[in-house]
């Protein structure tokens, strides 16, 4: 057996343990969200991704991470994304069901990883259902209703975590992923882009949280995508300049590391990262 559980409660426990993969084949293959939409022509530069994504290894191990890195495979140009094909809940390591075509197959990857690794799985086979999604805060577990997450996910893990809130939040399809305009950074606060959502939506994160507004430029930096982790420390592009000041505002320590070239992809940190292991606090 392995000599660890995995665990994770919330989004903004210290990290322990995370999974990610270098961008060593990323391109933009098939238009898949309003970010490559834009990026398209301009393609992505290879060794300025990869140089960026070495930084932010770097800085997560700087910060006592430990990193695990999945093998890069030619077929799947967005891998960089492990968020995606996983989500940890508790002690319990969930593996998503891709909704795109040129995804598909990403999961089997962390799958070889987990069974190396003797941790079990559960595997939401035949639920669409992907970790961009998935917003997790104790009792609470936030799931984007979405063209990649659909209601039977959803409905699945209500039934097999009835002790959780489990509460859909539908938001405009164009923004890909709920953690592209949603993220949980503390038990009361959390970044969102209210162009998302509509007053339903809103009245109900309202109920929850302290609700920093992204504006319109920086969603499009994804600066709601920023990854926690503990001790209110946070990683966040230096061009989200607002967002930086708002957090430090508010007693955070903003780690800047520069990664534009990866979210010409559309997805930031928190896109990048699975967290295995989460502290209890």
């Given at each position: 057996?392995?000599?660890?559980?995995?665990?994770?409660?919330?989004?903004?426990?210290?990290?322990?343990?995370?999974?990610?993969?270098?961008?060593?084949?990323?391109?933009?293959?098939?238009?898949?969200?309003?970010?490559?939409?834009?990026?398209?022509?301009?393609?992505?530069?290879?060794?300025?991704?990869?140089?960026?994504?070495?930084?932010?290894?770097?800085?997560?191990?700087?910060?006592?991470?430990?990193?695990?890195?999945?093998?890069?495979?030619?077929?799947?140009?967005?891998?960089?994304?492990?968020?995606?094909?996983?989500?940890?809940?508790?002690?319990?390591?969930?593996?998503?069901?891709?909704?795109?075509?040129?995804?598909?197959?990403?999961?089997?990857?962390?799958?070889?990883?987990?069974?190396?690794?003797?941790?079990?799985?559960?595997?939401?086979?035949?639920?669409?259902?992907?970790?961009?999604?998935?917003?997790?805060?104790?009792?609470?577990?936030?799931?984007?209703?979405?063209?990649?997450?659909?209601?039977?996910?959803?409905?699945?893990?209500?039934?097999i975590m009835p002790e959780k809130e489990v509460i859909t939040i539908p938001f405009t399809e164009k923004?890909?992923?709920?953690?592209?305009?949603?993220?949980?950074?503390?038990?009361?606060?959390?970044?969102?882009?209210?162009?998302?959502?509509?007053?339903?939506?809103?009245?109900?994160?309202?109920?929850?949280?302290?609700?920093?507004?992204?504006?319109?430029?920086?969603?499009?930096?994804?600066?709601?995508?920023?990854?926690?982790?503990?001790?209110?420390?946070?990683?966040?592009?230096?061009?989200?300049?607002?967002?930086?000041?708002?957090?430090?505002?508010?007693?955070?320590?903003?780690?800047?590391?520069?990664?534009?070239?990866?979210?010409?992809?559309?997805?930031?940190?928190?896109?990048?990262?699975?967290?295995?292991?989460r502290s209890a606090q």
């Amino acid at each position: 057996m392995s000599s660890f559980k995995p665990f994770s409660q919330t989004e903004y426990a210290t990290l322990e343990q995370v999974v990610l993969c270098e961008p060593k084949f990323m391109t933009i293959r098939d238009v898949i969200n309003e970010t490559q939409k834009k990026f398209k022509d301009e393609g992505i530069h290879i060794e300025l991704a990869m140089r960026q994504h070495k930084e932010f290894v770097k800085q997560l191990k700087k910060h006592g991470v430990d990193v695990v890195l999945l093998s890069p495979v030619k077929l799947f140009p967005e891998q960089v994304f492990t968020r995606d094909i996983g989500f940890t809940i508790g002690h319990t390591i969930f593996v998503a069901e891709m909704a795109h075509k040129i995804r598909q197959g990403e999961e089997d990857l962390l799958k070889s990883w987990l069974k190396n690794e003797k941790l079990s799985y559960y595997n939401l086979i035949g639920d669409m259902i992907e970790g961009g999604d998935v917003v997790i805060d104790g009792d609470k577990i936030f799931v984007g209703l979405s063209n990649r997450t659909n209601q039977n996910a959803i409905d699945h893990l209500k039934r097999i975590m009835p002790e959780k809130e489990v509460i859909t939040i539908p938001f405009t399809e164009k923004y890909l992923h709920l953690d592209c305009v949603f993220n949980i950074i503390s038990p009361t606060e959390a970044l969102y882009f209210p162009g998302a959502f509509t007053k339903k939506e809103l009245d109900v994160l309202r109920t929850h949280y302290d609700l920093i507004e992204v504006s319109e430029e920086e969603q499009f930096t994804l600066g709601t995508n920023v990854l926690s982790i503990g001790d209110k420390k946070i990683f966040s592009l230096p061009v989200n300049n607002n967002v930086n000041k708002e957090l430090t505002k508010r007693g955070y320590t903003v780690i800047e590391v520069d990664i534009t070239e990866i979210i010409k992809s559309g997805g930031s940190f928190r896109c990048c990262t699975l967290p295995v292991k989460r502290s209890a606090q």
